[in-house]
């Protein structure tokens, strides 16, 4: 049974009065511990197939199935645990808390889930080293450069060790060493058996996925998974454009 699922999935949004199809019929199965990039242009519906899957937004028609219980007629309360239960996302815009300090914002999460002050501080602390920004452990977010607060978004979203893993453009904003960091940490994830699916521009980070899909004006154009074997470091040393 897949995790998560997607059928005939439509979503249309007004804009100024006008319907816009962002999602127009996405049929979608991801199984336990895939590893799913998804790419397309820009405006092609990627954003939004993430935030219906998470039931963050709710679909104009169609279904989201999570660990086979359907979840999008849910109401908010119930989709909100669900989330805090299971999923882990990476915001495209990160959504850090302004009014708490990085290590805050990750800790929040492991409160939330009942970890005590100190092993939820230790936790935090522990993955910000990972991702190489925990001297910045007591700023606010707001004094952090878009690459620092992605990193913190990540840890953020993997604090839990969710099962779920949904990550829009993890490493958009990030130069190749810190790029290399976030796709070592999620493909760790991976390896503990997390699903992960991944948004995202970049063919060297998809090519650390094992199935990619390319969306397109709403629709998947295309779905194919990927030769295993190569690691991420390799992938990230072959140079190229960037
Ligand atoms: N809240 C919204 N209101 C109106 N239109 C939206 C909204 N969110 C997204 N769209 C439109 O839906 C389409 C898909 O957007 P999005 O999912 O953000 O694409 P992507 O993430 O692939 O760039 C675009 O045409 C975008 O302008
Ligand atoms: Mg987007």
């Given at each position: 049974m897949p995790v998560l699922e997607a059928r005939a999935l439509v979503k249309t949004?007004?804009?100024r009065g006008a319907p816009v199809r962002a999602l127009d019929g996405v049929d979608l199965a991801v199984e336990r511990g895939e590893f799913v990039a998804i790419m397309g242009p820009s405006g092609c519906g990627k954003s939004t197939l993430?935030?219906?899957l998470a039931g963050f937004d709710r679909p104009s028609a169609g279904e989201v199935w999570l660990g086979g219980q359907r979840i999008d007629g849910l109401s908010e309360a119930k989709l909100a645990r669900l989330r805090r239960r299971r999923i882990g996302f990476?915001?495209?815009f990160f959504n850090l808390l302004p009014a708490l300090s990085v290590a805050e914002n990750v800790e929040l999460p492991?409160?939330?889930a009942g970890q005590r002050r100190r092993a939820a501080r230790r936790g935090a602390i522990g993955l910000l080293n990972e991702l190489g920004v925990a001297d910045r452990r007591d700023a606010g977010p707001a004094l952090l450069s878009g690459g620092q607060q992605q990193r913190v978004a990540?840890?953020?979203a993997m604090a839990n060790s969710p099962d779920i893993v949904l990550a829009d453009e993890p490493t958009g904003n990030l130069d190749s060493a810190a790029a290399r960091g976030v796709l070592d940490l999620l493909g760790e994830a991976?390896?503990?058996?997390q699903t992960l699916l991944m948004v995202t521009h970049d063919a060297r980070a998809a090519a650390a996925a094992d199935r990619v899909i390319r969306l397109r004006d709403g629709r998947i154009v295309a779905d194919g998974r990927l030769e295993p074997a190569r690691t991420v470091p390799d992938l990230l040393d072959l140079g190229?454009?960037?």
């Open positions: 949004y007004l804009s993430l935030n219906l990476v915001f495209q492991l409160l939330l990540l840890a953020r991976r390896r503990r058996g190229g454009d960037q």
